[in-house]
């Protein structure tokens, strides 16, 4: 069976660029990487390394990102082709990517077809002085949920709240929504339960002190089922008994990668990544700023170093708070 792409090098290059378009994309488009567009002219579908698809107003509109990865600059044949395949493809725009820069006919070629070019190239930690993230580095805290224990109370035939419930693991996939992705666990509406009474965990001190809170989500018959023996059925209350702290990650400028994002109109977006140990496995925490050299967010990610069956069960919040690490430790 042949491989998608050559080298994963190649993929990983092409990874970054689609989490970078994703997180300077407008809210509600949907970054895919790689895709596969059907051509307007042959009917086949081509893959691309990464589309870009949202709406203005009632119009869909496509964006197509193809990566590069080699020692030297891309080339005009290389943007003669993308700019044939934008239009067989029916999209808006393309995006050529290279971790060379572009020669100075392919940069004329680019402009001459409306193709947008970017470079994307590692910097070091002493090249990135002057950027948004805070000279000292950074200071990541984070939520966490702990001995999370859980309790289901369904709906009798009649509509009416059982007066029994069972406890249930949290971590366990056995509710079904049609407004979340399904099965899921417990343990993520207890991030949903976060969002919407955030003032239920306020109290929270952000010095690692533990405190235990009580509370549960009512749900409307339909909204949520559970799966039982005798199959799915509404669920009336979920309860959540959950002891609730901060944990905080400090990350060096020196212990991070750091990425140039740039535009052939001078415009640049920053992005930095770090990783931190945390509980079992490992957090990655990235940065990255407008093209205005603006913070524009934070994202992180959590990978385990054990099976997830034999991993702790505690879970963190996903949005982490960056601060200098010269503040006085509280979160912003």
Same mark, same amino acid.
């Given at each position: 069976?042949?491989?998608?792409?050559?080298?994963?090098?190649?993929?990983?290059?092409?990874?970054?660029?689609?989490?970078?378009?994703?997180?300077?994309?407008?809210?509600?488009?949907?970054?895919?990487?790689?895709?596969?567009?059907?051509?307007?002219?042959?009917?086949?579908?081509?893959?691309?390394?990464?589309?870009?698809?949202?709406?203005?107003?009632?119009?869909?509109?496509? *964006?197509? +990102?193809?990566? %590069?990865?080699? &020692?030297?600059? /891309?080339?005009? #044949?290389?943007?003669?082709?993308?700019?044939?395949? !934008?239009?067989?493809?029916?999209?808006?725009?393309? *995006?050529? +990517?290279?971790? %060379?820069?572009? &020669?100075?006919? /392919?940069?004329? #070629?680019?402009?001459?077809?409306?193709?947008?070019? !970017?470079?994307?190239?590692?910097?070091?930690?002493?090249?990135?002085?002057?950027?948004?993230?805070?000279?000292?580095?950074?200071?990541?805290?984070?939520?966490?949920?702990?001995?999370?224990?859980?309790?289901?109370?369904?709906?009798?035939?009649?509509?009416?709240?059982?007066?029994?419930?069972?406890?249930?693991?949290?971590?366990?996939?056995?509710?079904?929504?049609?407004?979340?992705?399904?099965?899921?666990?417990?343990?993520?509406?207890?991030?949903?339960?976060?969002?919407?009474?955030?003032?239920?965990?306020?109290?929270?001190?952000?010095?690692?002190?533990?405190?235990?809170?009580?509370?549960?989500?009512?749900?409307?018959?339909?909204?949520?089922?559970?799966?039982?023996?005798?199959?799915?059925?509404?669920?009336?209350?979920?309860?959540?008994?959950?002891?609730?702290?901060?944990?905080?990650?400090?990350?060096?400028?020196?212990?991070?990668?750091?990425?140039?994002?740039?535009?052939?109109?001078?415009?640049?977006?920053?992005?930095?990544?770090?990783?931190?140990?945390?509980?079992?496995?490992?957090?990655?925490?990235?940065?990255?700023?407008?093209?205005?050299?603006?913070?524009?967010?934070?994202?992180?990610?959590?990978?385990?170093?054990?099976?997830?069956?034999?991993?702790?069960?505690?879970?963190?919040?996903?949005?982490?708070?960056?601060?200098?690490?010269?503040?006085?430790?509280?979160?912003?």
């Amino acid at each position: 069976m042949k491989s998608r792409r050559p080298a994963t090098e190649a993929q990983q290059f092409e990874q970054l660029v689609a989490r970078i378009e994703a997180a300077a994309a407008p809210l509600g488009a949907v970054v895919k990487s790689p895709d596969r567009i059907r051509d307007l002219t042959t009917g086949r579908l081509r893959e691309v390394d990464a589309s870009i698809r949202y709406k203005v107003g009632t119009v869909d509109v496509l *964006i197509t +990102v193809e990566c %590069r990865k080699r &020692s030297r600059k /891309a080339d005009d #044949t290389w943007i003669e082709q993308l700019a044939t395949k !934008r239009a067989k493809l029916g999209a808006a725009k393309t *995006i050529a +990517v290279s971790a %060379r820069g572009f &020669s100075s006919s /392919a940069a004329r #070629t680019a402009a001459y077809h409306g193709i947008e070019l !970017r470079t994307l190239s590692e910097v070091s930690a002493v090249e990135i002085e002057g950027w948004f993230l805070p000279p000292g580095g950074t200071v990541n805290v984070f939520r966490v949920f702990d001995k999370v224990e859980c309790v289901v109370f369904l709906f009798d035939p009649e509509g009416q709240r059982e007066q029994a419930g069972y406890s249930v693991d949290a971590f366990a996939p056995v509710f079904f929504s049609d407004f979340i992705h399904s099965p899921l666990p417990a343990a993520t509406l207890l991030h949903l339960l976060e969002r919407i009474r955030p003032e239920e965990f306020a109290e929270v001190p952000l010095d690692g002190t533990k405190k235990q809170i009580e509370t549960g989500i009512t749900w409307e018959p339909g909204q949520l089922q559970a799966a039982t023996s005798s199959g799915r059925r509404d669920v009336a209350f979920l309860g959540f008994l959950v002891v609730v702290y901060y944990e905080s990650r400090a990350c060096e400028l020196a212990s991070g990668t750091h990425h140039s994002y740039a535009g052939s109109d001078g415009t640049e977006v920053q992005r930095s990544t770090f990783e931190a140990e945390i509980f079992d496995g490992v957090a990655t925490f990235e940065f990255q700023s407008t093209d205005e050299g603006k913070p524009a967010g934070v994202g992180w990610s959590f990978r385990p170093k054990t099976p997830a069956a034999e991993t702790s069960d505690k879970l963190s919040s996903e949005a982490p708070i960056s601060q200098d690490d010269e503040a006085d430790g509280e979160g912003r």
